[in-house]
């Protein structure tokens, strides 16, 4: 969330933002109950300052005429108190759904039609035989089971097996290694998490109805990304400049109901509601130009896994309405998927700043003993079976084989190099 000192100076920045990123929000009215919750707050503290002195006085003896002044100031008290309340709670309704502001090299329009390609690498490969899409060589190579998993799950469910489940293995183990490599303390993190740490990321209370909830708790869901218990990890503390940054990593399962994408992706692999994915942040001072610097860091380590891998893949600059609603600066990378004819998004890395750090409430204290908000950073570092999409397909054979992407056969049993048709 913003500061609401920030809001109040910048409204007009506010609004545009709000429009740009199609957040539809009464930012003139968020000001009007701020100051109505101000004048409140002191009229509360006020009453209850004189009630708590009638009754110091009255420890010592009975006073009618005070117990009735005090009986008077309670009632009134519990009137300002609920008023506050309602005002308080209509006020959080508003600020705590305002978007972050964001940089100037984010081009701003209100779809993903205003999303601009950064870069291309890579070779789209050519094929000198009918291209195959992930469904028809999982089906052959006997690695993937669409079938079953949806008699078992339920729609967008699936079975991974065989040499299928082993890569996918493969490229999370290689990932996580190399993330760890770059000098990330690695988690393994909790799938069941409380609420906080959805509002704190910003998930609540924009996408609630993506989230799944424990039938069984009141406050417990199952996490879509790791990138809410690690900042939860850090929620509430506060960190000693000299330790920043900090840099984490984590793998985990992840979850999600995918509501808002009925009729997109409906076979496969691309769009499912469970998958595994190793996930990098970064908690940093907050400076926009270190923050930045942290960035490109991190969306290169995607990048150099997509180049070992050999995949082609490009990079995007989200334009305002394609970016959620905390990101300052957001790049997607998409690899390219011959079924397609084109690029599917693999990879996401965002600079939030310090959005998400004040609804967490995580802090650090500078030399001279101020205590500032962080700036948070996240990247996908690798999903998976999603970029077994692009593995599959890139790697196809004549022969309805797929050749193991040289980086990761050290990782298949055997050192496996292609998975062959079933006979």
């Known amino acids: 969330m913003l500061d609401i000192k920030f809001i109040k100076e910048n409204i007009d920045l506010v609004k545009e933002t709000c429009e740009l990123k199609s957040i539809k929000l009464d930012i003139d009215k968020l000001i009007d109950l701020d100051e109505k919750k101000r004048q409140l707050q002191i009229k509360v503290e006020t009453i209850r300052s004189k009630r708590n002195e009638i009754n110091d006085r009255m420890k010592n003896k009975r006073d009618d005429d005070l117990i009735k002044q005090s009986k008077i100031l309670k009632d009134e008290l519990e009137k300002l108190e609920k008023d506050f ?13 305002v978007p972050n502001i964001v940089s100037q090299n984010t081009p ?31 089906i052959a190579l006997d690695i993937l089971d669409l079938e079953k998993g949806t008699k078992v799950h339920g729609f967008r469910g699936y079975y991974l097996k065989n040499e299928g489940a082993i890569l996918h293995m493969a490229i999370l183990n290689y990932a996580f ?24 990321s910003g998930f609540f209370p924009y ?39 900090i840099k984490i990593c984590a793998f985990s399962p992840c979850f999600r109901s995918e509501a808002g994408s009925y009729g997109k992706d409906t076979k496969g692999l691309y769009r499912i509601h469970e998958f595994s994915k190793i996930e990098q ?4 001072e907050n ?11 991190m969306i290169s380590v995607s990048e150099e896994i997509l180049k070992e891998l050999k995949l082609p893949y490009r ?60 700036f948070a950073l996240n990247n996908t570092i690798v999903a998976s079976p999603r970029i077994l999409i692009a593995i599959l397909e890139n790697y196809q054979q004549k022969d309805g084989s797929v050749a193991i992407p040289k980086i990761l056969q050290k990782y298949m049993p055997k050192k496996i190099n292609v998975i062959k048709p079933q006979k």
């Open 315 to 374: 990079v995007i600059n989200l334009c305002t309405g394609d970016m959620g609603a905390g990101k300052y600066y957001a790049n997607d990378i998409e690899t390219y998927m011959p079924s397609r004819d084109g690029y599917g998004e693999t990879h996401s890395c965002s600079n939030l700043t310090d959005w998400q750090t004040r609804r967490f409430n995580i802090r650090f204290k500078d030399a001279s003993g101020n205590k500032n908000y962080c």
């Open 177 to 200: 290694e190399k993330i760890i490599k770059k000098g990330f303390q690695p988690f393994i993190t909790p799938a069941l998490v409380k609420g906080f740490n959805f509002f704190g």
């Open 207 to 245: 996408l609630q109805d993506e989230v799944y909830k424990i039938a069984n708790s009141e406050d417990t869901y199952l996490a879509g990304t790791s990138e809410l218990s690690l900042l939860g990890y850090f929620s509430e503390d506060t960190i000693d400049f000299k330790k920043l940054p």
């Open 108 to 138: 701003k329009d209100k779809d993903n039609k205003g999303n601009v390609v950064i870069k291309t690498v890579g070779t789209v490969p050519k094929f000198n035989f009918p291209v195959k899409d992930h469904i028809e060589l999982g």
């Open 281 to 284: 942040v970064v908690i940093c």
């Open 287 to 297: 400076d926009i130009k270190k923050s930045q610097k942290y960035f490109e860091e």
């Open 85 to 97: 309340e309602e005002i308080r709670n209509e006020f959080e309704n508003i600020y705590f759904r």
